[in-house]
């Protein structure tokens, strides 16, 4: 008997049909300010096909859509790229940049949907998720893009790399409100170290390149490995034009960082980068959850912690510290704290590599130093935590720090529930986990556990 890779079973089972569904069923009442879509998006391969790796699955979206108080509809679509009907990405010429998996992030910016895969080009999608097409930027794109944009809440810009594992190994862009490319500048200095994620702050935009590079001997097609060799850098490079020429690297403790929470500037000018990060042995057991390999841990997150480094730019120094000890990754903030300083941090827990310990939301308050849990219980999987925030009763913007506190709002997630082969959709407090869900949306197929994924508010479409 075959034995399926381990992101082709449990909760990662693949669904092999399209729905669309409508007037879902809700238990409690769905805050009537939550008018738009949270669209997820995942690695769903066709029914039949086994990736060698559990990134090189096709991308499938689902959505939910809330108006008024009403679960709408819920529908999920594969991302109709050439990949999906089997593609090559490497071709005679090169890599095929519309031959994505488009299966990691969803995001909206200059009133386009947009899925992700970091290989390759955006894939646009329509307000219900058909794909329209590969999207490069009217032209202005010729490079992959980043799963991981950073859109600056009081400038609207969009910030995104490119990276390769061949010379320019590191491309930073720029994007207006309304999509168009301002900016793009090969930076310096960088290396064919794997980076997934990034940030910005007020002032700078911060790289992190940890000790996974790029080896084309690895077989999974993923063509990157662990190497003592690749140091981990924090790479500090101001914003604007001309800023690639000023990049700066600092060498950090080995590790490497799949997802940043947020990084900012403090009163003493020095750049503050939070995110999880692996040691060697952390990495090898997640990447052989990733390809199916033997002596792997329970879930696809091993041995991953919150870490902070504090990068003082004049003395030329980074400090570092491990701050919390739950194996935790998929980090959010509320979004409108993106490049400043944020109080509040959510996050996904995960057992240890035993299997000890449920999947769990976490909320950490970096003002007190506590941290707050809401386990999910045996046989249950969230969604990465979307925080949106909820109405301003002053007649301000609801983004606005002035206009609301931070945690003022909601967390989103879809939990998988492995015993009924059934998902639900959640509707929390951000404020206080202890308070029982305000809402809960049930879905009418099972959602696979996902990667990534956005509120799309009406307004925004």
Known sequence: MTIKPPYLTDYYTPVADEITATDLTVEGNLPPELTGRLIRNGHNPKPGVTPTHWFKGSGMVH????????????????????????????????????????????????GRLLALCESAFPFELTADLETVGAYDFGGKLTSAMTAHPKEDPATGELHFFASSPFPPFLIHHVASPDGKVLESQEVPGATAALKHDFAITEHHVVFLEGSVTFDPSEESGIPYTWSDAQPTRIGVMPRGTGGAARVRWFEVEQGFGMHFA?????????????????????????????????????????????????????????????????????????????????????????????????????????????????????????????????????????TDENAADEDAGYLLTIVGERDSDASKMLVLDASDLSIPPIATIHLPHRVPATIHGSWIPDTEI
């Not at 999920?76 to 992030?105: F, I, Q």
């Not at 509040?344 to 769990?360: K, N, R, V």
């Open 63 to 110: 959505g939910i859509r809330l108006r008024e108080g009403r679960a709408e509809w819920y529908r999920n679509r594969w991302v109709r790229t050439p990949a999906l009907d089997g593609a090559p990405y490497m071709t005679e010429r090169g890599p095929d940049l519309t031959a994505s998996t488009a299966g990691t992030h969803v995001i909206e910016h200059g």
């Open 262 to 398: 947020n990084a900012y500037e403090d009163v003493r000018g020095h750049i503050v980068v939070e995110g999880p990060t692996v040691g060697r042995e952390g990495w090898q057991r997640s990447w052989n959850w990733w390809v199916g390999a033997s002596d792997r841990g329970p879930d696809p997150v091993s041995r991953s912690h919150s870490r902070r480094w504090i990068v003082d730019l004049a003395a030329g120094r980074v400090k570092e510290e491990q701050t919390d000890d739950l194996i935790v990754e998929f980090p959010t903030i509320n979004d409108a704290r993106i490049g400043r300083e944020h109080r509040y941090q959510y996050a996904l827990s995960f057992p240890d590599d035993h299997g000890a310990g449920d999947h769990a939301l976490v909320k950490y308050d970096r003002a007190t130093g506590g941290r707050q849990l809401l386990p999910f219980g045996a046989g249950q999987l969230a969604s990465e935590a979307v925080f949106v925030p909820a109405a301003d009763t002053t007649g301000g913007d609801a």
